[in-house]
């Protein structure tokens, strides 16, 4: 066997982990929806944060997370190299909703989910503000898919908070901004991936970051 075949496989293996260890992290993502919303403790006014810190309450409640022994950490900041050399402050550093750890193996294992919330319409929520869908889905897109693409977030999913209308709708006007005039990128267009822990609202989509390399994303809507 040559050293190029064997570093093929090895390339193989270390993919296959890196696929097992986000399929868990996103079954259990979807476990702690499913016990936050059978717990009913959510308002939708809340803001994302407010979200996810109950959801990463109820991820840590999962039996998931106990039997695949994940760390589940809130806000954490994305060090960079520009940073621990001294040329950039920790406090520019970018802060991703959550990220998930796996101790159980010899190298440590990292997953991180950004969070969003999501409207199909406007609305107005119980204290009176007003919620502009527009800007939610163009934000998802600005602050979230983005930050992928441009790599400013390391290896990760999008989790979106659908506090008022269709998850379907949104996403067809997501992809619709992100295929439109503006991007030009037709491939970018969300579609619908295999269900995850018996969860319909899994989609996925398929971008190129700035060095030419091509990376998927999935994208897990949670309808409140």
């Known amino acids: 066997m040559t ?12 993919r296959d982990i890196k696929k097992g260890f986000e399929k868990q992290c996103i079954t259990t993502l979807i476990d702690g929806y499913k016990l936050m919303k ?9 803001e994302e944060e407010t979200l996810t810190a109950n959801l990463i309450k109820y991820m840590k409640r999962s039996s998931f997370s106990s039997k695949w022994k994940l760390d589940i950490t809130p806000e954490c900041p994305i060090y960079t190299q520009q940073i621990y050399d001294g040329i ?3 406090k520019e550093a970018p802060v991703i909703d959550v990220r998930i750890m796996n101790w159980s193996r010899s190298d440590k294992l990292e997953y991180f989910i950004e969070a969003k919330n999501l409207a199909e319409n406007d609305w107005i929520k119980a204290d009176g503000s007003k919620v ?13 898919i983005d930050n992928f693409i441009n790599e400013r977030y390391p290896y990760g999913c999008l989790a979106g908070y659908v506090l008022e209308g269709c998850v379907d709708s949104i996403v067809n006007a997501i992809s619709k901004l992100l295929t439109g005039k503006g991007r030009n990128r037709p491939q970018e267009v969300l579609t619908r991936n295999t269900p995850v822990n018996n969860h319909p609202d899994c989609y996925r989509s ?12 999935n994208h897990i809507f949670f309808k409140f």
């Open 88 to 90: 950039r402050k920790p």
């Open 38 to 46: 059978e717990a009913g403790e959510f308002s939708l006014s809340w």
């Open 206 to 217: 398929e971008h190129q970051t700035g060095n030419g390399k091509g990376i998927f994303l």
């Open 3 to 14: 050293d190029n075949t064997i570093g093929r496989l090895n390339d193989c293996f270390s």
């Open 132 to 144: 502009n869908a527009s800007h939610l889905r163009a934000r998802y897109i600005d602050t979230g």
